[in-house]
């Protein structure tokens, strides 16, 4: 198959860093696109690959958070045109399998096989120029190569006046966290509502709680700039810790506990888990977004779920369909109901890809943007 050139930022093993490297990319196929990456945000679910808690196959090219302009299309591509502005979707959104025809599009069942990173058809788009070994990228996308070649499924037109470093988040962070608390934890008027972790995704579930009409919004996270920057967001309180943060939701419940929990931190286990579900109320619900490895260690009362009516819900995607919420969630950008220029706090370039992982790592950044040299 006929193939041209990208460049990307490639993990070889569990633990090292980025390597940036040339890379042979395969022409799309008929069902496929070839995008023109334009930008791709840092999310932390990146680093998992890195640190083995999410196991791909690798050599992988990173990257899924991504927005560009579709180069060129196979022949039975109907979603989009060449030319367009497009958001890369890391779950697919067939739109006829069994949960995307029932509106949850954020586990489709194309979804399935993704941590080999290859096409659908189970061969890889992706060649290490040097070797011209095949690779997978990311979810099937690879947005930290300046080209991709995706299905046309992980594909949602963008409208054409928004920045693509602001658009890219939509495709990942911002649709998650605002969903996680808008669809997921169902945030009404007045609640309290409790998020832990103010990273690219937390300060997004913040916003999603503001718009929802929650009237108490209280975000722990250890780092000092992500609780200076929270209110912007909408954070109406924050602390370091859970521990600091109980008595303000003692005397805002009256004891009683949240309405809902979020909980995006970087890595979660299951002692966050059981200590978030701990300061959940009645009838409450603790969302989990966070990854954290395989093991079964859940520490949590089954008599506190059963007697006090608790739930606990995982949240992919933010419960969201991104055909229709990634539109949406950029008219609510253009209309002034939730806010992406202030989550990038540093845009790099492929080389400073690094950087730009250790920035997130230390805490620096809400979010970091890669913006790709063309
Ligand atoms: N479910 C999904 O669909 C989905 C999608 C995207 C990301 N994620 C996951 O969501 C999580 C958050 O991603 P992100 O990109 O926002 O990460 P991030 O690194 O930008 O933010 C994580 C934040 O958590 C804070 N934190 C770390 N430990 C903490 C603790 N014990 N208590 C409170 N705060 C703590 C950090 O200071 C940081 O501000 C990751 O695990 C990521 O893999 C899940
Ligand atoms: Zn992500
Ligand atoms: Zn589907």
Redesign the pocket.
């Known amino acids: 198959m006929k193939t041209m050139k990208a460049k990307g930022a490639v993990i070889h093993a569990i633990g090292e860093d980025w390597k940036v490297e040339d890379l042979e990319l395969d022409e799309p196929g008929e069902n496929e696109v070839l995008i023109k990456v334009m930008a791709s945000?840092?999310?932390?679910?990146d680093?998992?690959f890195v640190t083995g808690d999410?196991p791909v196959t690798l050599p992988m090219i990173g990257g899924h958070?991504g927005a560009g302009i579709v180069e060129r299309v196979g022949s039975k591509v109907t979603r989009v045109k060449p030319g367009d502005h497009v958001a890369t979707l890391?779950?697919p959104s067939c739109g006829t399998c069994r949960y995307c025809a029932r509106g949850q599009s954020?586990i489709c069942n194309n979804g399935a096989g993704m941590e080999h990173g290859l096409a659908m058809d189970g061969t890889p788009r992706f060649h290490l120029a040097d070797s011209g070994a095949g690779i997978g990228g990311v979810t099937r996308l690879g947005t930290f190569s300046n080209y991709l070649v995706c299905h046309e499924t992980q594909t949602v037109k963008l409208p054409e006046d928004i920045p693509f470093e602001l658009a890219c988040l939509v495709s990942?962070?911002v649709a998650?966290?605002y969903g996680?608390a808008v669809n997921g934890a169902k945030v009404r008027p007045g609640d309290v509502v409790l998020i832990?972790?103010?990273?690219?995704?937390?300060?997004n579930a913040v916003q999603g709680a503001r718009h929802a009409g929650a009237d108490h919004i209280i975000v722990?996270?250890?780092?000092q700039y992500?609780r200076d920057r929270a209110p912007e967001f909408g954070a109406t309180d924050t602390f370091a810790?859970?521990e600091e943060a109980q008595s303000r939701i003692d005397s805002l419940t009256n004891g009683q506990g949240v309405d809902s929990a979020i909980i995006?931190?970087?890595?979660?286990d299951g002692e966050?888990l059981g200590a978030v579900f701990d300061r959940v109320g009645k009838a409450g619900i603790c969302i989990?977004?966070?990854?954290?490895s395989y093991d079964r260690s859940l520490s949590v009362s089954p008599q506190d779920l059963t007697n006090f009516a608790k739930s606990i819900k995982?949240?992919?995607?933010?419960d969201c369909n991104p055909s229709v919420d990634i539109p949406r969630l950029l008219q609510m950008y253009v209309d002034g109901s939730i806010k992406l220029d202030p989550l990038v706090t540093r845009t790099y370039s492929l080389d400073e890809i690094n950087q730009g992982f250790a920035d997130?790592?230390s805490?620096a950044?809400?979010?970091g943007v890669l913006v790709h040299d063309h």
């Open positions: 945000g840092l999310c932390h679910s680093d998992h999410i958070e890391f779950i954020y990942c962070g998650t966290g996680a832990v972790g103010a990273g690219g995704v937390g300060m722990v996270d250890p780092v992500k810790s859970l995006t931190v970087g890595r979660v966050i989990l977004v966070s990854v954290g995982g949240v992919m995607y933010g997130m790592h805490g950044n809400i979010r």
